[in-house]
């Protein structure tokens, strides 16, 4: 039995529909800043919109730490002519891809201290992509990537505790091996500026350890005293009329 004409033209509407679609999945695919998050490693890094790349003025300082710097650009925004890459030698294309990791790394430390950025990161927190703090009387709580210095490669990236006020290396490998710079010394405490609700509670409770029930005689005396400029602490603040109660101590 012959198909009609409407149900040919049909069939073929949706063929081209599915390719479109399929092509436009492949094109996904390929953008190297999703190529770039969704290996494994990497969950601690937050997508950076094509614009904030490509605006000359937030590269400020950042010509001289890749060669080929406006190539760099190009390829992390999959603005590179293809022509280009197929001519480039398999040891340039590591080169290159080395480098466009390092200079994605270096632009997300500014812009997670963006409105942007920081809500990104704040979506991530609220997921704790981060980890957990280890410490049993922090309950849990998720933690945030901090550097302690602002150059690469001197130090790998750390995990800060608000509730502890602490800081903790990352359980992965993986994670551990990322470079401190890629997040920066001022993102924790930007963070918890511009997001006062997600400051949790300084946790109270200390383990002293214990023989039979007593308590070791040198870390007693270390407790009382710390406990005791607490309380000191808290009636000068009180005399001040200050409540450092709000926003876990940290000042709006």
């Given at each position: 039995?012959?198909?009609s ?7 073929e509407?949706?063929?081209?529909g ?52 406006s ?22 294309l590591?080169?290159?891809e ?25 979506d ?53 091996s ?6 920066g ?67 709006t």
């Open positions: 039995m012959e198909r004409t409407e149900e040919h033209v049909e069939d509407s949706m063929e081209v599915e390719e479109e679609a399929a092509s436009e999945s492949s094109e996904y695919v390929e953008m190297w800043i999703d190529v770039f998050l969704g290996r494994k490693g990497n969950e601690y890094f937050c997508d950076i919109d094509p614009e904030y790349i490509t605006d000359r003025f937030n590269l400020i300082n950042l010509q001289k730490s890749v060669s080929k710097f190539q760099v650009v190009q390829y992390i925004v999959d603005d590179l002519d293809e022509n280009v890459l197929e001519s480039m030698s398999h040891s340039r590591e080169q290159l080395s480098d466009a990791r390092k200079f994605y790394g270096l632009i997300h430390a500014r812009y997670i201290i963006t409105i942007k950025g920081l809500q990104k990161m704040l991530k927190y609220k997921d704790a992509d981060f980890g957990r703090c280890p410490r049993v009387y922090c309950n849990y709580q998720p933690l945030l990537p901090v550097g302690l210095h602002d150059q690469p490669g001197i130090d790998c990236v750390k995990l800060y505790c608000p509730s502890c006020e602490d800081l903790y290396v990352p359980k992965s490998s993986r994670h551990s990322i470079d401190g710079a890629f997040f010394t001022s993102f924790p405490g930007m963070f918890l500026q511009a997001y006062p609700d997600m400051v949790p509670k300084h946790p109270t409770k200390r383990y002293v350890p214990k023989i039979f029930g007593f308590e070791l005689h040198k870390q007693a005396q270390l407790a009382r005293w710390q406990e005791l400029q607490r309380l000191k602490l808290v009636e000068r603040l009180d005399k001040l009329q200050i409540d450092m109660s709000k926003n876990g101590g940290y000042a």
